[in-house]
């Protein structure tokens, strides 16, 4: 993303979670709107290790069933 200055408007970029122009600088607009990120992010890398735990043990159980019903049949 360039931040140069282009036309009228002064170089800035934007706060990622509320989209309010902000300073080159600056990462967020807020102390707020840092703190909603950083919260999205923690409930997303929540998210991602509970779908790999989901998948594993499903991949597990069905592994597991497998070699039950090939001892059995």
Request: proline share 4%; aromatic share 6%; net charge positive.
């Amino acid at each position: 993303m360039s931040l140069k200055a282009s036309g009228s408007a002064p170089a800035h970029k934007h706060c990622p979670v509320c989209g309010i122009s902000i300073a080159p600088t600056k990462d967020y607009c807020s102390d707020a709107c840092r703190d909603m990120d950083e919260e999205a992010q923690r409930k997303m890398k929540n998210y991602r290790r509970l779908t790999l735990f989901l998948m594993v043990g499903a991949l597990a159980v069905l592994i597991a069933l497998s070699f039950i019903l090939r001892v059995h049949g």
